[in-house]
């Protein structure tokens, strides 16, 4: 039992959170972790360890609906900033070939970016994987195995998509049966630390045969599906080789549906929203990697007006060489008035946190209420960066651009405490990735 108490305002992300001023829901309270991992009601609680919140805002834990993992291990390449995507693309597969991706390289860039998932308050990072040698003797389960021992000796949780990028699409849909198999049917494990989807990169990628053989694996198997849509190379693929939008390609392939996110979605147009929208389908917004590489934005403003669900994401290191997904909600905040509307703090927090979980499915996930999973964030707000602020909660985005976290929770059990991560020495983290480099390039 664990209970977080003495914060300055804690914010559940449970109600409306379209608007920027002080909340009921923002009501300091005491937050009880029960011992099966959830949060339970406080009144109700029998004592146990107590977590010092004194000066902080409580939220929910930060959910990353939409990173590559992989590319921790390949950030700032040199031939990859301010690039065009159909250039980008080559050169990072050079880097790829260059290391040689194998179980021991995703361990290690998997760890390295967990760990920094959690110095910044995610709790929740999906893995859009979609690097694959070119022989798969084991179906993958290699590369999907390692990630998942990284996410568990790091103590995150993990949503580990099956992606594809050019691969063959009977090879791919073999693939990701076998690592549906990790988890039980309905693709969730028990306690909640393990998920797995399955998703092509995109149209501009992966035939209609690809994404029909994963849908069919989803299906099977109770998984969810995801891809991307709608950046610059999607766009102009689509268009030279089949006449047509990505969206709708999607939809004629059967991928726009309610259990389908969208990632990027830059530049969609009013009858594109609608059209996502009207499939129930949800949104990933990486406004960190899109915005900088000059790849278009999206209108996350107009597709949450339109009632699709918004979440964020930071992508990977090869186009963000951050994990820090509060500064990208920040990004996000500053950018959206230039594609639509204004959008409040207390809003684009929703997206990070309830937002991102709705698009994997997972209504356990970001929110503080009693039955959810027990993850949250104490984020100090005492310091010099946050002298002045008037309302702390919407301070948490427009203040402290590079603002890491007091304490982080997952399921009840701390993980980073006091900015020190608890599971793993982040030292040897950073070690074992430098040398396995050092070692092939």
Do not use: K
């Amino acid at each position: 039992m664990l209970t977080v108490r003495g914060a300055l305002r804690v914010l559940t992300c449970t109600g409306d959170s379209s608007h920027d001023g002080p909340a009921g829901e923002d009501a300091p309270a005491d937050l009880v972790c029960g011992d099966d991992g959830r949060f339970v009601d406080a009144a109700a609680a029998p004592g146990g360890e107590v977590l010092d919140a004194t000066g902080c805002v409580v939220t929910p834990g930060l959910v990353n609906a939409h990173h590559h993992l992989l590319q921790t291990a390949f950030r700032t390449l040199p031939g990859t900033r301010g690039v065009p995507m159909s250039q980008w693309l080559p050169t990072m597969a050079a880097g790829y070939a260059a290391v040689g991706v194998d179980p021991e390289l995703v361990h290690a860039a998997a760890s390295a970016g967990l760990a920094e998932a959690l110095l910044c308050g995610v709790t929740t990072v999906a893995d859009h994987h979609l690097t694959w040698p070119a022989h798969l003797p084991d179906d993958g389960l290699g590369i999907a195995r390692a990630t998942v021992e990284a996410a568990a000796r790091t103590g995150a949780r993990l949503v580990f998509v099956r992606g594809t990028a050019r691969d063959d699409p009977e090879d791919a849909a073999s693939s990701a049966a076998a690592v549906a198999g990790l988890v039980p049917h309905g693709g969730t494990s028990d306690d909640g630390m393990l998920q797995v989807a399955v998703g092509p990169a995109g149209v501009h990628s992966d035939s209609e045969q690809t994404f029909r053989l994963l849908g069919e694996v989803a299906r099977a198997h109770g998984l969810r599906r995801r891809t991307q849509a709608n950046e610059q190379v999607d766009v102009a693929v689509a268009a030279a080789r089949y006449g047509r939008r990505p969206l709708e390609l999607l939809e004629e392939w059967g991928w726009l549906a309610p259990d389908v996110t969208l990632a990027h979605l830059c530049g969609v147009t009013p009858d594109e929203i609608d059209r996502v929208a009207s499939a129930g389908a949800s949104a990933t917004h990486a406004p960190g990697c899109d915005l900088p590489m000059g790849w278009g934005v999206a209108p996350m403003a107009a597709l949450a007006d339109a009632g699709v669900p918004v979440g964020l994401g930071t992508s990977g290191g090869g186009s963000n060489d951050a994990g820090h997904l509060l500064a990208d909600a920040r990004l996000a905040m500053q950018v959206a008035p230039l594609v639509g509307r204004p959008v409040a703090a207390r809003e684009v927090l929703a997206w990070a946190t309830r937002g991102s979980a709705d698009g994997l499915g997972r209504p356990d996930l970001g929110r503080l209420e009693p039955g959810g999973r027990a993850d949250l964030v104490c984020w100090d707000v005492t310091g010099v960066a946050d002298v002045g602020v008037a309302d702390p909660v919407a301070g948490l985005l427009w203040a402290s651009p590079g603002r890491r976290p007091r304490h982080v929770v997952v399921g009840g059990r701390v993980v980073v405490r006091d900015g020190v991560l608890q599971t793993r020495d982040e030292q040897e983290v950073v070690r074992t990735l430098t040398d396995l480099l050092a070692e092939r390039r």
